[in-house]
């Protein structure tokens, strides 16, 4: 079976936990397209009656196409359930995410939602994380300063970063939805994340960083032949 079936497969079991008069957050990628497609179809069949708040720009067009109704998170500040892929997450639920530029919105969303389902296909589990590398996004101004601050907070933890600026189209930087610059910053192996996630938290000038601790409280993982659920059902 193919990732994006496996994706789709994740998606569609955790549109089981969706129920109506439920404020969703949307999250942003690949598999949490599959997600947003599916409530559409439910929605628009009449069995599911739901507000969405999208983590991204490409996320409120998805949903707007697939008939998804939308608030904002001003308008409606308490969700009760977000759903969002990830880049890699552990046994413990700790996430890496932020690959497709979404993670300053999507953490967001998800703190403001009393609980964060993840759906995945089967490689985005691992033992440690690490392996992606870790997007953090930063102000562009004094950009540069930050990443040297990035630089040093990660080696002062026994960790080797190499940073890259994000690109995007035209060899310009990539901009997030917020107007921001992304670092991926490539660690090989994050042994602790707790202690990396509060380093960068404490610079000036990040403004959010891919590690997602404490958020997610079940992931609905699709490999090749089943379905699991990791953490609460
Ligand atoms: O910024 C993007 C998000 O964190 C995505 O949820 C993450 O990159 C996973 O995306 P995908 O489902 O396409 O692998």
């Known amino acids: 079976m193919s990732a994006d079936n496996q994706k789709r497969l994740a998606a569609e079991r955790a549109?089981?936990?969706?129920?109506?008069?439920?404020?969703?957050?949307?999250?942003?990628?690949?598999?949490?397209?599959?997600?947003?497609a599916g409530l559409g179809e439910r929605v628009r069949k009449g069995h599911l009656d739901v507000v969405g708040v999208p983590t991204s720009e490409a996320t409120h067009k998805l949903a707007v196409q697939h008939g998804v109704p939308l608030?904002?998170?001003d308008e409606t500040p308490e969700l009760d359930l977000t759903v969002d892929g990830a880049d890699e997450l552990d046994g413990s639920l700790r996430?890496?995410?932020?690959?497709?530029?979404?993670?300053?919105?999507?953490?967001?969303?998800?703190?403001?939602?009393?609980?964060m389902v993840v759906i995945a296909d089967a490689s985005k589990v691992v033992e440690r994380l690490g392996a992606f590398p870790l997007p953090i996004e930063v102000i562009p101004f004094g950009q540069r300063a930050t990443a040297i601050a990035i630089d040093k907070a990660a080696r002062k933890l026994g960790l080797d970063p190499v940073?890259?600026?994000?690109?995007?189209a035209a060899d310009a930087p990539f901009r997030t939805d917020s107007g921001n610059l992304i670092y991926d910053c490539d660690l090989?192996?994050?042994p602790d994340p707790e202690?990396?996630?509060?380093?960068?938290?404490?610079i000036?000038?990040?403004?959010?960083?891919?590690?997602?601790i404490g958020l997610?409280?079940?992931?609905?993982?699709?490999?090749?032949?089943?379905?699991?659920v990791m953490g609460k059902d």
């Open 163 to 168: 940073l890259h600026l994000r690109m995007g």
């Open 216 to 228: 997610c409280s079940a992931a609905v993982i699709a490999g090749a032949d089943e379905i699991r």
């Open 195 to 202: 202690a990396l996630a509060d380093a960068l938290s404490g």
């Open 95 to 115: 996430l890496v995410k932020g690959g497709g530029g979404a993670l300053l919105r999507e953490k967001i969303v998800a703190a403001a939602s009393a609980r």
């Open 15 to 36: 549109l089981t936990f969706v129920t109506s008069g439920m404020k969703l957050g949307l999250g942003t990628g690949s598999t949490a397209a599959h997600f947003v």
């Open 188 to 190: 090989s192996a994050i």
């Open 71 to 73: 608030t904002t998170l």
């Open 204 to 212: 000036p000038g990040v403004v959010e960083h891919g590690l997602f």
